[in-house]
């Protein structure tokens, strides 16, 4: 089956202020450094993103929430792509969109907060 661009979601990509993957010049060397090896982490999950390939990212989900924030390949990434923010940028992403919970940390205390009273 081909792949759908989502429309929105390349305009959310491509107006955020947190991604930041055009640079990645698709190296591998992210990919070779992680503790985790997480073969597809980042550079083929950000092609998919600013690709605006929603379906893809979101079967990547358990990656997504799997990966350390340890920065380990941001370190060694020479096109200074932000891939820490970027994991963080999809989370919430993933957060709203697939869990329906706001992206805002302090609303999000908030809302539990009135939950448990
Ligand atoms: S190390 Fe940086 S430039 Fe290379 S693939 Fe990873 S994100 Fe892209
Ligand atoms: S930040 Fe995530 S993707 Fe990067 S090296 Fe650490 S675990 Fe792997």
Known sequence: MASKVDLEFAREV????EFNAWAC???????AVCPLGIALMP???FRHTVLGLKDEVLEQRDAIF???LCRLCQENC??????AE?????????????FGLDADPAERKDQY?????
């Open 25 to 31: 010049m698709n190296c591998g060397v992210c990919t």
């Open 86 to 98: 970027n994991v963080r940028f999809l989370r919430s992403y993933i957060d709203r969109e697939v």
């Open 43 to 45: 550079r083929k999950l």
């Open 14 to 17: 491509a107006t955020s202020e």
């Open 66 to 68: 799997q990966c350390l």
């Open 78 to 83: 020479t096109a200074d792509v932000h891939i």
């Open 113 to 117: 907060a009135l939950a448990h009273r």
